[in-house]
């Protein structure tokens, strides 16, 4: 997949600056922590220094704090307690899709087996919890009682789509809309995330409800984005084969009887192998139903740019995250 590295490596570097501070005070306060099950141990150990690296969730926390005139220092303890959360949510993510491999490095489910990495998760959910407390207690309770409102709403939220998306599991006849609307609800935190910044840094309601919308359609675009990649990993496609769902674009696809009873019968004709995964590249890549789905990602960045005109600071910054989303895809 063509990209474009140096408007992916700015993004990534922005967000890294933004969200580095509230990711270091996660791991340590995971690092710190004395457990004396050594396999567990060194399963958080291994997630919290060699596979994490979730700045997105933190980063668009500050910029949101910015993006209303707040100050963004304020939102890192906040920022630190989400990105656990999210972490745990992750881990318990790849145990019920049983995802060996991500990015090319092995899961602590791939890693440690399925025990050791439910524990794991469960350590970083109640040391998220711990700190998402502790970090709201500096806050007027009005604004507490927003923050852990809105946290608990998305983190149920994200639960049920999890839910819904399991009885869907090797199924070929999943509807792209309604594997869409899943996608939907799974970025209910990044939507949160977005109003909990713009809450910290005392915007108003229109610009909460502004930003709140921006964090969804960035959450949206990022995993149809890795909906994307997914299909050009031979591993990962073997394993959204085997125990997740298909990948959106090839969704998208069945929309052709045509096509999908062409890619079908690749997935299904034994062990798939590169030369398989190659055709199945080339009917996706070229279909105008994946056309379809690129314009739909174009409509959404163009939704969220328009809205962000009523956001007087770090609007290009919002806007740029936005735009890359789309790179190599074109």
Not at 138 to 158: D, V
Not at 211 to 227: A, F, V
């Amino acid at each position: 997949m063509k990209t474009n590295q140096k408007l992916m490596e700015k993004v990534k570097s922005l967000l890294k600056e933004k969200g580095q501070k509230a990711l270091e005070i996660a791991r340590q306060s995971v690092l710190q922590e004395k457990i004396e099950c050594e396999p567990l141990n060194e399963a958080l150990r291994y997630f919290m220094e060699e596979i994490w690296l979730d700045v997105p969730h933190p980063a668009l926390l500050s910029l949101t704090c910015e993006a209303v005139g707040g100050n963004p220092d304020a939102t890192a303890n906040i920022g630190a307690a989400i990105a656990l959360l999210a972490g745990a949510a992750d881990i318990h993510d790849d145990i019920i899709d049983q995802s060996s491999i991500k990015d090319g490095k092995e899961t602590v489910f791939g890693k440690f087996g399925k025990d050791i990495a439910l524990l794991a998760g469960d350590a970083l959910l109640f040391k998220g919890l711990m700190m998402l407390h502790e970090a709201c207690k500096r806050f007027p309770k009005n604004k507490k009682q927003e923050i852990l409102r809105l946290s608990k709403q998305a983190f149920f939220k994200i639960g049920s789509a999890e839910a819904k998306e399991t009885s869907f599991k090797g199924k070929f006849d999943l509807p792209a809309e309604e594997y869409f609307k899943i996608i939907e609800n799974k970025t209910a935190v990044a939507e949160a995330t977005a109003k909990i910044g713009a809450i910290i840094g005392g915007g108003t309601r229109e610009e909460i409800a502004i930003l709140g919308h921006y964090g969804k359609i960035l959450s949206i675009l990022m995993t149809i984005r890795d909906e994307f990649i997914d299909i050009f990993e031979l591993k990962e496609i073997k394993n959204r084969v085997e125990n997740e769902c298909l990948p959106l674009p090839i969704l998208f696809t069945f929309k052709d009887p045509k096509k999908q009873n062409k890619i079908v019968y690749l997935l299904k004709k034994g062990e798939l192998t590169e030369k398989n995964r190659d055709k199945i590249l080339d009917i996706v890549m070229n279909a105008v139903e994946t056309q379809e789905l690129k314009e739909k990602m174009i409509a959404l960045i163009k939704e969220a740019h328009q809205q962000l005109k009523h956001i007087k600071r770090n609007k290009e910054t919002l806007q740029l995250i936005l735009d890359s989303t789309l790179e190599g895809l074109k």
